[in-house]
């Protein structure tokens, strides 16, 4: 699998969430409505990073169609 072949790719499909999920949960218990949106900007920028580090290897390593 890509995934297992790019050590990047692991590392960012771990570490970035466990940093921010945490940070965006501070953010989110603090109450206002910038934190609020504050932690959903988090939150979605680190999801379209995990999808994009699994689907950016994967579409690089494609054999090309003939």
């Given at each position: 699998?890509?995934?297992e072949?790019?050590r990047w790719?692991?590392?960012?499909l ?7 999920w ?11 409505d ?8 988090l939150l ?6 995990c ?9 690089s ?6």
């Amino acid at each position: 699998m890509v995934i297992e072949r790019n050590r990047w790719v692991r590392r960012l499909l771990v570490v970035q969430p466990t940093m921010v999920w945490p940070v965006s949960f501070l953010l989110w218990s603090d109450g206002g409505d910038v934190g609020l949106a504050a932690a959903v900007i988090l939150l979605w920028a680190s999801a379209a990073v995990c999808i994009a580090g699994i689907i950016v290897p994967m579409r690089s390593q494609q054999t090309p169609r003939c």
